[in-house]
């Protein structure tokens, strides 16, 4: 079992920077591949970052590639997303989630994903 909160949205300023956390609880966290998604309204959940148990691999969607990078810190059971150079387009509910069946991440369809967390809005103003 992985329960997780999502913490660090809010409403910024297109150029601004955000950073997320995931806060994670349960005993496979620290071997589950984790990642970032986000929903905008009237659109389909969107990947945006995955990464690794050991955080030595990071994948992302080319929509955030450069700008979006993803961490984690196994000893505070955390998952982070910094969002830099944000934009009015990034707007959306962000959601965490952990695919306890894998330590790397193995496919960036939500469906690969077992556990979710409540999401955390980003508004980001023009």
């Known amino acids: 079992q992985v329960q997780l909160v999502e913490s660090g949205g809010g409403l910024v300023q297109a150029g601004d920077s955000l950073r997320l956390s995931c806060s994670a609880s349960?005993?496979?966290?620290?071997?589950?591949?984790m990642g970032w998604f986000r929903q905008a309204p009237g659109k389909e959940r969107e990947f945006l970052a995955a990464?690794?148990?050991?955080?030595?691999?990071?994948y992302y969607a080319d929509s955030v590639k450069g700008r979006f990078t993803i961490s984690r810190d196994n000893a505070q059971k955390m998952v982070y997303l910094q969002m830099n150079t944000l934009k009015p387009e990034d707007t959306a509910v962000y959601y965490c989630?952990?695919?306890?069946?894998?330590?790397?991440?193995?496919?960036?369809?939500?469906?690969?994903?077992?556990?979710w967390g409540q999401g955390t809005q980003v508004t980001v103003s023009s």
């Open positions: 989630a952990a695919d306890s069946a894998s330590a790397v991440p193995r496919d960036f369809n939500p469906r690969a994903y077992n556990y």
């Open positions: 349960g005993r496979t966290f620290t071997s589950a591949a």
């Open positions: 990464i690794s148990w050991s955080g030595g691999r990071t």
